[in-house]
């Protein structure tokens, strides 16, 4: 309760001293709230890169997500729909035949061919960021214009799954040889919307794409805001500088309800956050120490302080709404004294200090604070240092961090993606494993539950999988978080996606 009360009191004198620089603040954008065509979105991070074979973080997919185009789709409630293959074939149980829309063109004027998807998920394959997704695709053939057979090495269950995700986007091979290494800040998708400028550490700015192959677009423009505190995207909801706001602050989520002229939208998502241990440093290698950790935190305070109730304590890393996700599977329960014996056993007993990495984002700081406080209770000295997005996921690639806070979303629905980039240990630093996680077991059933086309075999290799994990405690799922917008009342047509990569298109305002 001491954590909750200071937290919130916290939160207050930080929001006044905010509100304080709300003339500076309205002075940002103004030119884009008189303008009914235009929809500003507020992110809570600046993208990345827009080259989505060089990246696999949310901030990015948000915006890249209106650019490109996937070979298929999941809608809001994850069915597969067709993208640009109007329609597919299963072959054998190895090759899957897709059939492209004829017409489609790239935002260069160039026409969608089945080159241009061989090219693309062959670069996807190549990249050591976002390779593991279709790491099961063993080749990608073109038989005409309009017809491409991916193969996959075994059978692989969740093939189409992991084709709708946002880094199985097509690109068009001759933009991005003409750009080079620069490609990433000109993107060339086929999506309802087309890249215009980028003002690094500010906003993206989108056009509609007049020949977009659904229709075009009810917006012209959408501009996609870097705001990374949670109460400043607030503060654009009710200024009505920002039309559409992502993850509302915990503490900001009654301002947004209470506002007649704004609306607050949650819905359950396919995301976690968790506690992540660098497993290559020395202290971390013992699984006690792993474990001490863990009984140490007490994961209820922090769904309750930090995110106020819009969160439930986690037993596995993968949360229900995931297939193959064990309800079984061990959770940690707050328990100090456990978390001090096992100290001891570690030969921990006279203390240990370690270093918790974070991104800038307001939730992490809270939970960082909440677990400084837990852990130096059993002996435990952190320190919490915040770096910026880029550096913070470069960082966590490298290895220079011990201990860190992130989250991970299941972005296909499906415990391979869940589990595989996290666990896997082909997958270490920027590829998802930031754990530097190893064992040959885990690795093997990982194999055996994406090459089964059977739903409950997979399911078993899943369930021991989350089993074993929650033993050795690579990383310590805390919470699974609900989603949430906030948007003005004149905004219409917009609607989330259970993971997170919500598509603008459809979406208008009223005036």
Known sequence: MKNKIEMQGGKMKKKILLLSTLAIFLGLNLEARADKNTLVIANGADAKTLDIHATNDAPSAKVSGQIYDTLVKQDTNMNIVPGLAESWSQVDDKTTEFKLRKGVKFHNGKELTANDVKFSLDRMKASPQVSHIIKAVDSVEVVDDYTVRVKTATPFGPLLSHLSHNASGILNKEAVEKAGGAYGQHPVGTGPYKFVNWQAGDRITLEVNPDYYLGKAPTDKVIFRSIVEGTNRTIGLETGEVDIA??????????????????????????????????????????????????????????????????????????????????????????????????????????????????????????????????????????????????????????????????????????????????????????????????????????????????????????????????????????????????????????????????????????
């Open 246 to 511: 992502f993850d509302i602050d915990p503490v900001d989520k009654n301002m947004v309800r209470d506002n007649e002229r704004l609306e607050l939208i949650e819905e359950p998502s396919l995301s976690t956050t968790y506690l992540g241990f660098n497993m290559e440093k020395d202290s971390l290698k013992d699984k006690k120490v792993r474990q001490a950790i863990a009984y140490a935190l007490n994961t209820q305070d922090i769904a309750d302080a930090v995110y106020q109730g819009s969160a439930q304590t986690a037993n596995s890393a993968i949360g229900p709404k995931v297939f193959g996700y064990n309800p079984d599977a061990k959770a940690y329960e707050y328990n100090p004294e456990k978390a001090k014996e096992l100290l001891k056993e570690a030969g921990y007993d006279k203390g240990l200090k370690l270093k918790l990495w974070i991104n800038d984002n307001p939730i992490r700081r809270d939970i960082a604070v909440i677990a400084q406080d837990q852990l130096k209770q059993v002996g435990i000295d952190v320190t919490i240092e915040t770096l910026e997005w880029g550096a913070f996921l470069d960082g966590t690639a490298r290895g220079d961090h011990d201990l860190y806070i992130l989250g991970w979303v299941s972005v296909t629905g499906d415990a391979d993606y869940g589990l595989d980039p996290l666990f896997n240990s082909a997958n270490k630093g920027g590829a998802g494993n930031r754990s530097f996680y190893s064992n040959p077991k885990v690795d093997e059933l990982l194999v055996k539950g994406r090459s089964s086309v059977n739903p409950e075999e997979r399911k078993t290799y899943y369930y021991e999988i989350q089993d074993i994990v929650q033993e050795e405690v690579p990383v310590l799922t805390l919470v699974y978080p609900t989603q949430n917008i906030g948007e003005q009342k004149t905004v219409q047509g917009f609607k989330m996606h259970p993971a997170g990569h919500h598509k603008v298109y459809g979406t208008y305002k009223t005036k």
